[in-house]
Every structure is written in C-alpha cells, then in structure tokens.
C-alpha cells in the first residue's frame, strides 16, 4: 500500500524541524545577544526610593522593574537590582542622577542623599566579666555593638580593634590604668552616642612558680638545717609578667612562703619542696621543688649495749561457754617480756627495746633503739625472715645488726616451745547431754567432741576468726580438731559404770554420773557423762527337753534348761537352768513337794536371780510327769539299715507311720519293749537343710538322733562341660544377643557322680550373670546353681569384637607345652584309646580383620571336634593319627591328636589350685590346679598330657571335711595335707581349713544431724583370702518395735545387727551400738522492730539465719518482750530498745529435734511528734480544797481530729521540780509534757506548756 502526502504540510513540518535545530544549537547566552541586539530602549517603573542616606549602599525598593522594548514591539519587564546603578556617591550629600545600565542601553534616576544619624547604641554581646590586670590596658576583645539608626535600621559594630585602651582612649572614658581592684563602669562612644557597662579590675597576682636558681649549698649531713642562701625563683603573673626574686626578697615581700625537706635518709638525693601561698583569687599553694645531696657521717664503730626482750605475751585466760559459743578474757595479764635466749614460741621481738651506740668518724657518739637500724634475722637453715616476724617454730635464730656498710654484729636467738596451758572442750552435736548406759563406751562418738588448746604464749592451737574479739562461735567450734580414744586422761576410761544404787525392780534403773577426761600435750579437761543402770527389761525362759520323772524321784531333768535375760540396753545373756533355781508343787500349784510320790503331772518353778533382781513368773512356770515304772532308757532301732532320703521334712513325718525305725524303750522294773516311731516327737529338725542331717526324736524326754537325707544328692561344684558360641559382633544397630544353645554344664556331686545339664534344661535353680554387652573386649559370663544352702558357680569367657573385626585366620602352634613330638618335627596330642580331649594348656592364635597382629585366645574343649568312641580296640599296637578340626569365628585350623593305647607311668603338678583357704564342712575345689600325666607305650615312647585337677578320673584323699568336731581348743585353723589322687598315683596339695568365722566389720555413719540423716552401714572386712563376705541388715528399735527403716527424728536407737551367715561366716544377731541422730542446731533471730509511742506492738517475727527447719517442720515459739510503754534513752540521747525474746511453747511442735539458739533484738519506741499548740483547759479559777487539780491537754492531727494526751505523760512543776501527779497545794505550777512526745520545729514554745495558779482557800 503507497502513502501520498501533502506538500503543504511536509513544506511546515520541515520550518519547523530547521527551527528546532536552531534553537538546539544556540546557547543560552547567544539568545541573550541576540535578544539584546533587539532592545530599542529600557525604561524604570515602580522606583520609589528616591531618598538615600550617607555611607549607606543604594537602596532599591521591592516592586521597582526595567522595562526592556524591542525592535518588533514587544515589551518585558526586569527586576531592578542595586548592581544595575552606575554612579552612585554615598558620601555627597544633596540630589545626584544615576544610570541605570541594563546590557547596552541605560536610563537615569534622580535621588537625594541626606545625612545618616545613629539613634542609639547598645551592647549586642560581650564577655560575662571584662576583667582587666591592675596596671595594665584595658582590652574590649570580644564586645559587639548594636547601632540603631534614624531610618529604622541597625548593624553590628565590633570593638576587637580596641585592645590597648587606658585613660587617653577616645572610645572608652572612664578607665585608668591606676585602678585598684575592684569593679568600674565605662563609658564606650560611638557617633555622638554612648552606652556604659562594667569591668573588673583584678589584682596582679603570681601564677606560676619556679626555682631559677638552687642555694649555694647543695650538700648536707643528715639533720642539717638548709641554708637558702643564692636561693631565686621566677615568678609568673597573670598578666603574663615575671620576675626574679631572691628568697629573702620573697619572704621580705610577705609572700606566704613555707620550706618543707626530710634530711634524714643519708646516701640519698632529698627533695626540697617551697610552697607558696599568695593572697590571690584563686587562693591555690604553687609549689617549686629541687633536689640537694644529703649523707651521713662514716661510723668507726657500732657496739650493742643492751639486747632487745619481747613483747610479752597474755598468759592467764579463761574461757567460758555462751550460748554455744566460747569466749576468752584475761584474768591476769602477764606482760613480762622475754629476752631473746629464752623467746616463747609465737613471741615478737621488741625492737624498741635494744639499745646501740653509734661511733662516727667525726667524733660523734649517738646512741639509738634497734628501731633506727637497719638488721636481718635469719633461721637455722640461714633463710632470711621478715623484722616483724612471730617465731612460730621453736630452735636458735640469727640476729644480725648493721649499720651502712659497717661491720655486723650478731646476736643468737633463742625460742623455746609453747607449753599447753589449758584444755577447752566443746560438745557441738549434743554427745555429753546423751544418757549412756553401763557398759557403754564413748568408742566412736569421741570424734563428735571437738577440742582447742590455749597455750601459754596466749595462743591457741585453732585461732579464733577474729584476732581481736577471740571469739569462737559454732562454725569456728566445727573447725577444731576431734577427740580420740587414745586421748583418755589416766584414770578415765571409756566404758560407763554405774555407781547408783541398784534397782530390785524389773524395766526400772537408776542413774548415775561419771566424769571422762582426757590429756591433750599434758593438759587436762572433762566432761560429766549421765550413765544409766542397765536394769533388766524382760526375762525369757526355755524348759528342759526331759520332763519325766520316775515315782520317788526329788530331781528333775535340767538339761536344755536356761533362761534369756534382756536388759534394757537391748542387750542379752544366757543363765542356764541350776537346781537351786528350781522348787516342786502339786499339779494345782498349791502344795510344796520335795518328792514326786505318785503318778501325774507336778508343777516346777523356777526363779531366776541377777543382781538385785529375783523374778519367778507364772509364765516360767511347766510341767512333770510322774511314771511308775519310769523309762530309762529309749534307744531307736533303724530298720532299714541305710540313710533314708526324703524330699523334705514332710515326707519324713509321714513316713513315721511306716516305722522306718522304733524306739527300744526300758523302764525302771526293767521291762522293754518297743514303740512305733510315730509315737516320738520330733523334737529339733532343720527343714531347709540339703543332704545329710541328724534329727533329734523325744520320746518320755530322752533324747534320740535319727539320720535323714534330704534332697537327694548333695552338689559340690559345677564346670563348663561344653561351650556355646564364644565370638560375638558389636553391632551399633542391633544390641548382642548370646546364643548358649550349645551350652552344657557338669555338676559334681558328692558321691563322687557327675551329671550333665543342658542349657535347655535350666530351671529356677540356674541363673546366668551376663557381663556389659555393650563395650568392646573379653568378658566373662558367669553360672550360678543353688542346691539347697549352697551356691556354685563357674564361668565362661566370651569375646565382643567390633563389626569390621572378622575373624581373618586363626592357627594352632602344635610345639605347646603340652603336645608330645611322636617323630622329628611332628608335635601331636596323644590321647589314650577312649579318653576325650583335654585341651586345658592350650591357646590359638587368631587375626582379626584391621590388624596383622595376632591375638592369643584360649583353647576351649567346645571349639574342637572330635569322638573318643570312634576308637574300637585293635590290640596293644592300636596308633590312629586324627587331624581334629579347630572352628573358632568361622575359621579353621588343625589340632593334631594321636589315639594310642599306653599306661600312665606317674604324675607332677604343673600349677596349684587357686584356693587354700576352706572352711569346715567345704568340700575341696582344685580349680585351677593342673598335672601332667606321663605315659609310656608299648615301644618304651613317653607322652604326656596336662589336665585339670578338677577332672572327673582324679580323686581326693586324706581330706577331713569337719576337723574340728572332737577339737580340743580354739585354734581357728588348721593345715591339711590333700591326696590328689590319678589312677594307682597320687600327689600332695596343702590347704588350710577354718572355723566358721565371726565376720569382723566396721560401723559407718552410726551418727548422723537431723535433717541429714545417713544410712548406716557396715564395712566388713574379709578375714580369710578366699572367703564370700556374709549378707547383713541392720534394724533399729523405735518406739518398743524392731524395724528395718532408718529413724529421721533426734535420739538413740539401739541397732540390732543380722549377720546372715554363709558357709564361711557364722549367723549373728549383735545389738552393741546405737544409731545416733543428733537435733539439728539452728539460730533463730528476732527481727528487729519500733513504733511510735501509744500505738500497738507490731506483729513480732523472727528468721532462722544460715539455715532452714527440716520438711514441714513447725517450731513452738512464742515472743516476748521486756514490759514498758514509755520511750527509753541511752546515755548519748539516741533511742534505746525492749530487748525482743523468745519462749519455747510446749505442745505440738517439733521443738525436740533441734538445738536452737536464740539471737535477741529489740523493740525501739519513738517519740510521738505533736505538729500543733497543745491546748491546755482547767486550769481557771482553781481554789485549793484538797483534790488535785489535773490539767486536760488536746493537741490536733494534720487532720483536723483532736487527741488527748493522757494523764501520765503530763508532768507539772512548782519551782522549776517536778511533782509527783497533779498538784494538791496552793501555789503557782507549770504544766509540759513528758519525753513520750516530741514538737515539731513548728511548734511555738508557748504551745508546749501552761502555767497556772492554784488559790488558797478564803
């Protein structure tokens, strides 16, 4: 499509793009010429400042323009401004034409300039003080004027120009320079008009001074006076002038001058220091300093004439107990000093008092105190100690005096040890207010009694905290040290005895006191203990086990008869059962007997007597049986010739009726016959023993033994028969879990079988111990087996590998001690034809992944396969050769065997057992133990093998079980000699076996604060290497009941201690010590309170400082306070208080399980302010008539209330005395009131008293 366009329009379009350019190119000052070639004329409209004023610039009013015309008409207007006037002359007064030029053209104005006058001046700003020196020129530095003129305008004028202005000064009138100090006023003109202000003329004072030259004497000797002669300072002004003055000058002038120098150090540069204080505004010393030489004259000579003493120490002090606190004050001071070869340890010298002279080179002589000396004091070992020492440690010391470098002189000194003056005992924890009983011991509660010693230097072997006070408070008390037993005075002793008079009265006892002192480096101090009688508590009592008796008899059976005496120390003993103990009554107890003369039943009494006490109780009290004919004799008969076996006490009581047995019973006419063994009591059996035990039967009170076998079997030791899995993985993702499928064990039994177990057959009796499967290494699983009283045990090891430590390759080094080199170089494990492996000295060596070392592991008989009954008998020739696999961690290796037939020719041991040490009844365990079998075949070859002494084929001889049944002594132990026993050889073994032991132990935490109660303890200790430690418990007697919890509340509770008995231990019940918890010490504190004088006590409350009540605790206490209602002054007018104290309350509290000490304060009653007059009514017109006149006082609050002030707190006066209540007499009296109140300062004084008058009668 084609476009067509009009020339017309294109023509415009390009004038106008050709315009454009035009305009692009020119710049803006070329329009502005072109413009101005335009300009026809200019002319000036809206100008109305025809007026101007002299020396002032041309002026243009606002709205004034130039009308600029150009050539094509058209007009535009300009602002006019000052730039475009030519010719304008401020300074010619009268009419003037100017030009007004704008480009090239110009037009004129015609002004008139009339003279300028100033109005007024003022002072715009100027410093807060013109201050000027005395004497010297003014300077207006810094005033600024403002001039106002007559047309309404104003400028600033500086005065920075005038800085040198004095009485001839044209500017400033009314200053000169002969001003004294002082403030001034000034006159400052400007075109005939003036304004004043004022200055400060100040003195002309010295700021600054220094030393231009020092004295001629520049040297002295130490007390010299200085000589100021040649002595000039430079002084500075502060107006900048200085001047040189001589010191006689200065001080001629009356200038404050003050010297100050130290000539006392010799050998030494010595500051002079001049300070001057001018009388200046500022009032400040300035100081100027310089050195001089100062020595002293040379000694010829220093003699000491007298040796120093001591100070002397306090001596005599006594030390007395406050509250639980310890304080000590001198009773008499010993101040007597000590000379220096017979210092006290912990004594100072006292310089003071050695004396030297001083022979100087001049022929001086001055002596002096060891003070003014220089000295060293050195130790034996030649260390240096410090002049001011205490010789804390006795021995010779050096004391050496010098003078300057001159010639020493040493003294020796010598310090002897401090001797013990007194003991002081402290009981923190309450132990000397318990009550002990006889028979007690102080054994392990002396560490609870805390002790100091004061010595004869007034030292003490603890400080106290503070030097000064000296007082020991419960917190320093803790940090003495303790007592022990060993510290017993001669005399005392630690076990409590009662000296009262005896009780005859059971569950009664007296009391009794006894004095324990002990002996600390030859000083003595006690306490006074309360020691109880040890009274009977309960008396028990078992009858004999024979209560028959034959018709006629006059004596019963007192075997098995005994009484059990508790006493009321929780302790007990046996009395057994005496004749004289014994008396006979009829079966109704009625009749006395001394014969048993017919059949029946008769009472027996018995009485017990101990001590002052005699008890015979109904309750003793039993029974006899009368016979005719009596038995005399009962004897069993076994019928089945063997020890019958029962699973438990129960069949064997059933089994009675079967008559395993029955009792042969012969009377007193000698008949005999026989009874049916269910017809005998059973009189002792244990019910839980296993194996082999004697029952006793009683059958008409004789006494007969029948063995039983319970259980069958009896166990004696249990081992490894087979492995299980050994080799484990520790896998961060899955916890190891042991497979023991594989698992087999042999019991040992004590007829010389064995038997193997399963681990599938386990039951209740087998537990497994598994060892921490969560870490790396070997471990050991341990079998346990209870049979019956008995606990066996062996284990197993296992090993835990980490998850990239594979079994890489295991070996078997065929060269152990152990194998036997059938041919050169051939090394195989001869087994006799039938026997199973015995692998015991064997190890293999294995390599795990990650590691190129190899690692020893024992070789177990589960790692090898390998048949024993695989080998049929082929003749006294039979040799087979096996190469037996080893699988170890999924690796093989070989272990060479040859099956052989050949006779042992002897054994040796190769290691001993691990135990020697057995306890009777204990069967031998040769665990550990090995011997080596030696054999010999057909061709005279010799082989050999190691074995365990535990091994089925090795038999024990010689070995007594229970040697000391028919033991005569005590002995504790013997030494045994075991047969070891191997087909027709055998060996020795020595063991030792013992009695059942008391186990020995230690009590732990047998004392303990309330609120901090610790369990106690036993530490046992295990006599016998080799023994199991018995089981124990502790229980504790609260509140007349035995029991297993730990009592929380202060008190002695006797514990009672349950050994539980093992094979190795014996059972026992001790009761000897107490749990001791003792009450918890606090400080309870008053907190300190005040009122105002008439208002209500406050609410009085105390805190427990530095600690807390226990629980939920509660205190019983109530607060007291000293009586009094008036405020109380000390001697200094201050406030005195009402001491606040406390009061235990009885009741339901928990008061009894604390020691609590109680830390008073006080209630402070303060002035009542009265703010207003008091108004004082009747006192009018009073007459004397016998009653007394009172006065009524009112006084009123901020508030507007009234208050009146009681009666007591007014108090009159006749004379200027005060009187007793109100007036009675005649006479005139003044009324004020009493120091209860105070006035405020805005009180009036005729606001606070009255006067009146009381009339006598007409």
Known sequence: MKTKFNAKVLLVILLIFVAALALVACTPGEQKNQDQQGVRSIAVDGFTSLTMYSHQPFTVNEGAVVVITYYNGKTESVALTADMIEGYRSDVIGPQTVTVRYGDQTTTLSVTVVESTVQRIEIESAPSVIQVVEGDYLSMKGVVLRVYYQEARSTLYSLDAYTEIDETSSVVTGYRRSFAPGFYTVTIHYVKQTVTTTIQVISKDVVAVAVASKPAKDAYFVGDELETAGLTFAYTYNNGDTAVVTYDEAVAAGDALSVDYDF???????????????????????????????????????????????????????????????????????????????????????????????????????????????????????????????????????????????AATTLTVVVKKRTALQLILADPNGIVGLEYWE????????????????????EFAVPAPDPVEKVFDLAAIQQWPTLSESMLAIGSNATFSYTGARSDVVGEGGTSVQTIAFTVENVTAGFDFVVKENALRSVDFTAPADNYVAVGDNVVSIAGGKFLLTYLNKNFRTVELTFPMLSYYSEDGLTPVTHFDETGAYLVRPVVTDGTYTVADPAFEYFVIAEDPAVTEVRLIDRLGYTPEYKDRAAFEADLANNPFVLRVTDSRNNIYEVNADQAEIYRMSNDYIGTQTVQLRYHGFLVDYAVKLSGRAVTSISVKQMPRTVYYLDPEAPVVLDLSDLKIERRFNDNTSGVVEYAAFDYYWNIVLPDLTTLGTKSVLIEYR????????????????????????????????????????????????????????????????????????????????????????????????DCEIRYGNRTAILPVRVTERKLTGIEVVTLPDRFNYVEGQLPDLSGGQIKRVFEDKDGAVSYDIISMTDPLIQLADYVVSPFENAVGTDQYVDQIIRVVYGSYSLEVPVRTYRRQHVAFEYLDSVSFYGDVKTPTLSLRNTVEGFVLPGWSIAYYVEGVWTDRVPSVPGEYPMQVTIDGNQYYLDEVIEERSLFIIAKIITVQAYPQEKFYGDPDPEFRYFIAGDSLVGDDVLGIRMLREPGENVKFNETGGYAGYQIKFELVAGDNDNDRYRILFKYDNLTIKQRVIESSIDFMGGDNLVEDGTPKRIIAVYRLPSGDSVSIGAGDLVYRKDGAIIEGAPVEAGEYTVTISDNYVFADTVPQEGRSYSFVIKPRS
């Open 264 to 406: 006392s150090v010799p050998l030494a540069e010595s500051r002079v220091q001049t300070t001057f204080r001018f009388e200046t505004s500022e009032g400040n010393p300035i100081v100027a300093t310089f050195a001089v030489w100062v020595r002293m004259p040379s000694v010829l000579r220093v003699d000491l004439i007298r040796n120093p003493v001591s100070f002397g120490v306090t001596q005599n002090v006594v030390v007395r107990e406050e509250d639980g606190s310890f304080s000590y004050y001198p009773e008499a001071e010993s101040k007597d000093p000590s000379s220096i070869d017979g210092l006290i340890q912990g004594e100072r010298i006292n310089l003071e008092t050695g004396l030297v002279r001083l022979t100087y080179d001049d022929g001086t002589v001055k002596e002096t105190d060891l003070t003014d000396i220089a000295f060293t004091i050195s130790d034996q070992n030649g260390r240096r100690i410090d002049s001011q020492t205490v010789f804390s440690e006795p021995g010779t010391y050096n004391l050496t005096v010098r003078y300057g470098n001159d």
């Open 439 to 458: 028979g007690d011991s102080l054994r392990g509660k002396t560490s609870m009694i805390r002790y100091n010693i004061q010595y004869d230097n007034g």
């Open 787 to 882: 049979h019956g009283e008995n606990l066996f045990a062996c284990s197993f090891e296992i090993e835990i590998r980490d998850l990239a430590d594979e079994v890489v390759s295991i070996a078997f080094d065929p060269t152990q001690n152990g194998m036997t080199e059938v041919a050169p170089g051939e090394y195989r494990l001869v087994v006799s034809r039938g026997e199973d492996l015995n692998v015991t000295p064997f190890y293999i060596s294995v390599v795990y992944s990650g590691s190129s070392e190899p690692v020893a592991v024992k070789l177990q008989r589960g790692y090898v396969t390998f048949d024993p009954n695989a080998f049929p008998y082929q003749g006294e020739d039979f040799v087979a050769d096996r």
